[in-house]
């Protein structure tokens, strides 16, 4: 079974933080490194965050500095924290395998819609 439950977003004002939770199913957990997506209205998802089982991390350029994401593996679970936050920040974010996204998968949570605006 594939699941991801995302919460933890809202309204913040530019600058402010947020911290995003997911929680994911044991199988896939275990198995597979966990990213953040965000999706703009309008623009495809694109990975912000990933982190593998060994702890190992990946950012892309744009929250380099700004966000964090971390593990805890006693509830399954994967956060990002978000710091310095920008109006293009401003998305749906979603989180899911990295390597299940790139073999094409449908298995989507609903998201957690972060709006960044003063």
């Known amino acids: 079974q594939v699941q991801f439950v995302e919460s933890g977003g809202g309204l913040v004002q530019p600058g402010g933080s947020l911290r995003l939770s997911c929680a994911a199913s044991?199988?896939?957990?275990?198995?597979?490194?966990i990213g953040w997506y965000l999706q703009a209205p309008g623009k495809q998802r694109e990975l912000v965050a990933s982190?593998?089982?060994?702890?190992?991390?990946y950012y892309a350029d744009s929250v380099k500095g700004r966000f964090t994401i971390s593990r805890d593996n006693a509830k399954n679970t994967v956060y990002l924290q978000m710091n310095s936050l920008k109006a293009d920040d401003t998305a749906v974010y979603y989180c899911?395998?990295?390597?299940?996204?790139?073999?094409?998968?449908?298995?989507w949570g609903q998201g957690t819609q972060v709006t960044v605006s003063s």
């Open positions: 982190i593998a089982s060994t702890g190992s991390t």
């Open positions: 044991a199988n896939i957990f275990s198995s597979y490194a």
């Open positions: 899911n395998s990295p390597a299940l996204v790139v073999s094409g998968t449908d298995y």
